[in-house]
């Protein structure tokens, strides 16, 4: 650029003498001619990148596009500035060349991680991918990635300064067993956290309870100290992850079935109805188009109640919890029908008095002997 400078007949233009000046400015105009023509670019790949459903593409372009043009005014203005301070002060110009040095570095691991986070969003987008991978599992990969990158960019930062590498690691390891002891629980969340990544009791938008603490809703975020659970009646419930480690854990999102359980009782006096109602029942589980027929399924009598004799059905259906109750809704109901179409009734509790001495009927009232237990009450059964 100098010797094209020197070339040009600039002897009759004004500040011909300093021309420091017309170099400065044509390093402006240069960065905005190449920060338009870099933004068109990148229009046109995006365009073609956005057709086609790969995951790359379109994540390196939309992350390259702050950077990159961050990177071209950054620069064109720090080379500007270099020329004005080797023209003022040279101490100024070795003081621009560090800080040029830093940006460089900083600008790429602005690129990495704003790459790191289109990726994550993509390997979970059902449009980019057929298959989309486990979103608890992609955070957690994207996390240690972004931890990665700033500790790394840190580290050659501090190198490009000047500063000793070996010397600041060994300071960190002394510090942290100072800080490991003062920060256990935080630790103990952390460790915590990545037991979860790695085990995976549970992922993002599945629904978890504990038997031991009052833990139950849909886990909405995991992170490495955190939880966020979103309780049925839309409360946030922010669980630290070292609990995850002393408690039991239920995950009714990966049920294969759910269970109909279910005690019916009909009245004594229908007991010779029990053995046709039973039959019946089985029949109509068996062809329910909405009961697991692979799984266990038992319709017995079971028992002799106060008031009522039972039998008890035994069956599985849809893991989906609204589904569920519909079809527990649906086999109930049914079985109500073949009960009443027996001829039998549901049992209800009641009560049988007996009155040694019999009763007599005087002004619509009901009255027995005076030590008879019930005087002047109207019972529902009498015999």
């Known amino acids: 650029m100098n010797d094209l400078i020197e070339g040009l007949p600039l002897e009759n233009l004004p500040l011909a003498g300093q021309l420091w000046v017309y170099k400065v400015f044509a390093i402006v105009f240069a960065s905005l001619i190449l920060a338009y023509v870099g933004k068109l670019l990148l229009d046109r ?14 994540a390196l372009v939309i992350a390259a596009r702050r950077p990159l043009w961050v990177l071209i005014w950054s620069m064109g203005l720090l080379w500007a500035a270099r020329i004005t301070a080797l023209e003022m002060d040279e101490d100024f110009a070795e003081v621009l060349e560090s800080i040029q040095s830093v940006l460089l570095i900083g600008l790429l691991a602005w690129f990495l991680l704003r790459l790191a986070s289109k990726v994550e969003e993509r390997l979970v987008d059902s449009r980019y991918l057929q298959k989309p991978m486990d979103q608890t599992t992609v955070s957690a990969i994207g996390k240690l990635l972004r931890v990665s990158v700033i500790i790394t960019s840190a580290l050659v930062i501090l190198q490009t300064l000047g500063y000793s590498i070996s010397g600041v690691l060994a300071f960190g390891g002394i510090g942290g067993i100072a800080v490991g002891f003062a920060a256990k629980d935080l630790l103990a969340n952390f460790f915590g956290g990545l037991m979860v990544y790695l085990d995976r009791p549970f992922s993002v938008g599945e629904w978890v309870r504990s038997p031991d603490k009052e833990i139950e809703g849909t886990v909405e975020h995991i992170g490495w100290r955190l939880t966020r659970i979103r309780t049925f009646d839309k409360r946030p419930i922010y669980v630290p992850n070292a609990i995850f480690t002393s408690v039991v854990l239920q995950n009714p999102s990966r049920m294969t079935h759910r269970r109909i359980f279910e005690h019916i009782g009909i009245r004594y006096d229908d007991i010779q109805h029990m053995e046709p109602i039973v039959k019946e029942v089985r ?26 004799v039972d039998f008890f059905i035994y069956c599985f259906t849809t893991p989906v919890w609204a589904e569920f109750h519909r079809v527990k809704e649906d086999v109930l109901l049914k079985i109500l029908a073949i009960v009443e179409q027996q001829g039998a009734q549901i049992a209800f509790p009641t009560s049988t008095l007996h009155v040694p001495d019999g009763l007599t009927l005087r002004g619509g009232e009901v009255e027995g002997p005076r030590d008879a237990p019930g005087r002047g009450a109207t019972p529902q059964e009498v015999s």
Do not use: G
Request: with cysteine.
């Open 45 to 58: 790949i995006e365009a073609r990148a956005s057709i086609t459903p790969n995951v790359w593409d379109d």
């Open 283 to 308: 029949e109509m589980l068996k062809a329910h188009p909405e009961i697991a027929q692979d799984q266990t399924q038992m319709v017995y009598f079971d028992r002799c109640a106060a008031s009522s």
